[in-house]
């Protein structure tokens, strides 16, 4: 056991597998960003499809479109790097998406007051309104 | 200036606009409507005088030729471009190529060669079957519109002037005036339109104003039923004019008159009895003008038309509209003059209308009457002027009998309005004492009428009978003139007859009750209260205020009390003194007066002038010449014209027609055309007498001769001795009935179209209700059966299967269906992420197996 981490820490030492990750933790390129990206999406996702309570699937949501947001960021750095001079459409647009995801809130906020108010409730699997 | 010609029909319509969809719903005053009426036309009657100013006698005058607005710009495409057939006519067309190209031949020939019998190679001419027909919105103004634009706004912004005093309290008062402008747009529109279409507009709208202004005591039976009568009269005229235009459309390809005429005038003479394209296009003009200026058989109407209101009657049955047919005649004079048998017709159609009428004239009592029959029988004068080759003569006697027949009828007006609403010349008499400055103007209209000189009557009507006696155009000019010479007379007569009756002689307002003939029809209807009896009102024109019994009663003598007690209402309504009409009425008669007297010397006879046209353009037939198209040069314009303008503008052809024909054609074609061998009644004289001059003079003392006859039997019968009426009327009682009852001709129509139209009506609604109806009843009741069987079927079979398999499928599918609402927000997002992932799976499935694959193998082979 002794032997294998040392061995490994030798290899790290040598530049192995560890210090190419913190290499490229420095440098990181397109895809760890989608990677990322892809992985709080899903966590949104299932946010937004198992849990009860109403306010967590807002931040569930708020992960959704901050997983996106992280998408224009990084195409916006790498079409950067590649000299498009398009490159700060995907800036703007994360810009674009923060503010709406503001006012999302903020009307969802109200409706989910407006709701507790006539139903006593916040738990949405008490709420099947949409049956009707 | 002539450039603004467009405005002068705009204006009238603008105010005819204003009046008549504002002076009812903003209660205009009276003196607000008529001077927006008085002032349209009066701005437009000084236009028309500053156009025809420039246009002809200005510095840059363009007379002899015709100014179109479109040369200008000013027009627009009104009916564009469609293709019609050239169909008609190709006969002409080729005689005209054949003629072109034997011209050719003998210009190119020496004077020898023509000297010999001429053989040509026919050929035959490839020519257009069909034209674009673009019909443009354009105004010409020429020698003849010019004329017409001045006689009608001037003449009618007299009659405008005096109609706001005649009717001065009537209800109507805006809308009378709103037809009124209506009725002077049409007619501008009609003289001054540059083609036949537009001339067709504006005759259609002068006919649809007369009915409106007919009938415009619609509530009186009498005038609603002489609107209709006049409308549908109107119709079968135009009718007749409708085909000519096709004709014309489909002869030349355009509806344009400088187009038409230019193509026309080439075409070969129609000689008498032969009926080529011309002729019968000029039947179909003829028989519009017909209808429109009351020639027989279609004159029913405008005897009737003096329903309307007494200024109407001197605008539009008098001076203006009824001149139409003569405008139109005129204008298209170049295809009358090429059909001699047309013209023959024309000239006996208007003799034989001049006669009929002046004998219905000398027995009616209804002073509006005897000025209609005596309209009828002047247009009669007009027509035969054309029909004798006279075409600036007949226009002239246009304008004199506009000025002369306007000045009577508003006269007669001003008698109706002091007569208190009394039509009837028996219940005159003695007038001039009451009525000074209308029996001072009647005076003047009298003498221009029945043909004494100076007056200008006399100069028009003298050429007329000159021309037909001397006519080289038609066979039978003596007849003509014949007949033209007893309605003369006759004219003469009857109109000394009014006269006497009117303003001479025994005072019987006050001996005789109203209520009699002219009042029949006012009286039934008030008995059966249709009309209200309005006597509050001051004046309210030819409305039938009195009933037959209110006559009678105390005499008003004293003129200012009746007039103060005139508009209290109610009170006892005796018999009146007459009174005279106020200025807004008799200005307009002096102008119109001073105009019948002096107005004949713009086409003072040459006899008096040594056989010449004097005055250059200010000579209406030199004025007109240049529209006037001569058979004998082909060309427009007359020999006597050719020194005075030169062969610059008109004669470019003639020339050349002249210079190479053999001597012997050439002398030919200068003495006429037309083969009017027989006898002619000046040509014979002027042989005995060895004088043209002689010759004319002895017509004009034979023409002032018979107007003294006229008006000494006249004196002799309703002044010196007025038992001898009464005793030649029963010597000559047939005729004086059928005199009285115009002949019949109402009844004979009544009896052989009006009956036998309500017969084939009658039999046609029979057949409707019986045969149709029953036919449309039957098929009603089979579909009826039928379709309550296909009902059971439908109902018991076909509702029964869709019932039993929506049933089915609706137990089938409902449970299914129901459960998957669940109404759970989260279970609709799962199935809509679950779709998305299968849509991602299905489009990118080889992508995301081959990158989990690679994935799986980087992870394994980083710990490996």
Not at chain 2, 233 to 245: E, P, Q, V, Y
Not at chain 2, 827 to 845: E, H, K, S, T
């Amino acid at each position: 056991m002794i032997l294998t981490v040392f061995a490994f820490v030798v290899q790290e030492a040598s530049g192995g597998v560890l210090s190419q990750m913190k290499e490229s933790a420095k440098h990181p390129d397109l895809s760890k960003f989608l990677v990322i990206g892809a992985i709080l999406f899903i966590i949104g996702v299932a946010g937004v499809l198992t849990r009860r309570n109403i306010i967590v699937i807002f931040m569930s949501i708020e992960l959704i479109l901050n997983a996106a947001n992280l998408n224009f960021i990084a195409f916006s750095r790498y079409l950067q790097e590649t000299g498009n001079v398009n490159a700060l459409a995907g800036q703007i647009f994360a810009v674009f998406v923060i503010v709406v995801a503001a006012a999302e809130a903020a009307i969802g906020l109200g409706i989910v007051i407006a709701l507790y108010r006539n139903k006593e409730t916040i738990w949405v699997d008490e709420i099947d309104l949409l049956k009707w | 200036m002539y450039r603004y010609i467009w405005l002068v029909p705009i204006l009238p319509l603008l105010g005819a606009t204003i009046n008549g969809l504002l002076g009812r719903k903003f209660r205009f005053s009276e003196p607000l409507i008529g001077g927006i009426a008085v002032g349209s036309v009066a701005l437009s009657f000084l236009i028309s005088l500053a156009a025809v100013y420039s246009y002809g006698f200005g510095s840059n005058s363009v007379w002899p030729n015709a100014y179109v607005t479109s040369k200008d710009g000013n027009s627009f495409n009104w009916i564009p471009g469609g293709a019609v057939n050239i169909n008609l006519g190709s006969e002409a067309r080729q005689a005209v190529e054949l003629d072109k190209e034997r011209q050719k031949k003998l210009a190119a020939m020496t004077p020898e060669e023509r000297a010999r019998p001429q053989a040509f190679a026919i050929a035959t001419f490839d020519f257009p079957r069909s034209a674009l027909l673009n019909i443009e919105w354009s105004y010409q103004l020429d020698p003849l519109s010019s004329i017409f634009m001045l006689v009608v706004t001037g003449v009618g912004l007299c009659i405008f002037v005096f109609a706001t005093g005649y009717m001065h309290g009537d209800n109507g008062f805006y809308r009378f005036f709103a037809y009124m402008g209506l009725f002077m747009f049409s007619m501008l529109l009609l003289v001054m339109g540059s083609n036949f279409v537009m001339m067709f507009v504006g005759w259609e709208g002068v006919g649809l104003c007369s009915y409106l202004l007919i009938g415009y005591y619609f509530d009186r039976q009498e005038a609603a039923n002489a609107s209709r009568k006049a409308f549908i009269t109107n119709r079968i005229g135009d009718f007749g004019f409708a085909l000519a235009i096709f004709g014309v459309i489909a002869t030349f390809g355009t509806a344009q008159y400088t187009d038409v005429f230019a193509q026309a005038k080439d075409y070969p003479l129609e000689l008498l009895g032969h009926w080529g394209i011309l002729s019968w296009i000029a039947l179909g003009l003829f028989v519009g003008a017909c209808g429109k200026s009351a020639q027989l058989p279609l004159h029913v109407w405008l005897p009737d038309a003096m329903a309307g209101p007494t200024p109407v009657s001197a605008l539009i049955h008098a001076a203006t509209m009824v001149t139409a047919g003569l405008y139109m005649v005129t204008r298209t004079n170049v295809i009358f003059q090429h059909s001699q048998t047309m013209m023959l017709v024309v000239a006996l159609v208007g003799a034989a209308t001049a006669l009929f009428a002046a004998t219905i004239g000398i027995t009616q009592n209804d002073i509006k009457k005897v000025l209609a029959y005596s309209t009828v029988s002047q247009l009669g004068f007009m027509f035969m002027a054309c029909g004798v080759g006279a075409f600036a003569i007949g226009i002239f006697h246009v304008m004199t009998h506009a000025f002369f027949k306007a000045l009577m009828f508003l006269g007669a007006g001003s008698v109706i309005h002091g007569m208190h609403h009394e039509q009837d010349m028996r219940r005159m008499g003695g007038l001039k004492k009451y009525m000074p400055y209308t029996y001072m103007t009647f005076l003047a209209g009298w003498l221009a009428i029945c043909g004494i000189i100076p007056f200008s009557g006399f100069w028009s009507k003298d050429e007329i009978l000159w021309s037909t006696a001397s006519t080289t155009y038609i066979p039978l000019g003596w007849l003509v003139w014949l007949v033209g010479t007893i309605a003369a007379t006759c004219t003469a007569f009857y109109m000394t007859r009014l006269m006497a009756m009117t303003f001479w002689g025994k005072e019987k307002f006050l001996e005789q009750p109203a209520g009699g003939e002219a009042d029949e029809a006012h009286a039934s209807a008030y008995d059966k209260g249709l009309a209200s009896h309005d006597a509050h009102l001051e004046s309210a024109g030819d409305r039938p205020r009195h009933e037959p019994g209110e006559h009678v009663g105390p005499v008003h003598e004293d003129i200012t009390t009746h007039v103060t007690t005139h508009g209290r209402g109610g009170h006892p309504h005796g018999a009146h003194l007459p009174h005279e009409s106020p200025p807004s009425m008799w200005i307009p008669l002096v102008v119109l007066a001073v105009l019948a007297t002096i107005g004949g010397f713009v086409g003072i006879s040459p006899a008096f002038t040594g056989g010449k046209h004097v005055g250059g353009r200010l000579n209406i037939v030199r004025y007109l010449d240049p529209i006037i198209w001569n058979p004998a040069t082909r060309y427009f314009g007359s020999e006597e014209m050719f020194d005075s303008y030169g062969k610059r503008l008109i004669f470019e052809r003639a020339e050349l027609t002249l210079t190479t024909l053999p001597e012997g054609e050439t002398q030919k074609l200068l003495a006429g055309p037309y083969k009017t061998e027989g006898f002619n009644l000046a040509h014979t004289i002027e042989s005995k007498l060895g004088s043209e001059t002689a010759t004319e003079w002895l017509f004009i003392i034979l023409s002032l001769l018979v107007a003294g006859i006229g008006i000494g039997l006249g004196l002799l019968f309703y002044v010196k001795d007025t038992r001898l009426p009464d005793i030649w009327a029963e010597r000559l009682r047939p005729l004086y009935v059928a005199s009285y009852h115009k002949y019949w001709v109402d009844e004979f129509y009544g009896w052989a179209i009006t009956r036998r139209t309500m017969d084939a009506a009658r039999a046609v609604y029979a057949f409707d209700s019986k045969v149709v109806d029953g036919a449309v009843n039957g098929v009603a009741w089979l579909t009826r059966g039928f379709s309550r069987v296909v009902g059971g079927i439908d109902k018991y079979f076909v509702d029964g299967l869709v019932n039993t398999i929506a049933a089915f499928i609706m137990r089938l599918m409902s449970p299914l269906l129901r459960a998957a609402q669940t109404g759970f927000t989260q279970n609709y997002a799962l199935v809509m992420v679950l779709g998305l992932m299968i849509v991602v799976a299905l489009f990118f499935a080889g992508d995301i197996a081959g990158d989990i694959a690679a994935a799986l193998k980087n992870i394994f082979a980083l710990f490996v």
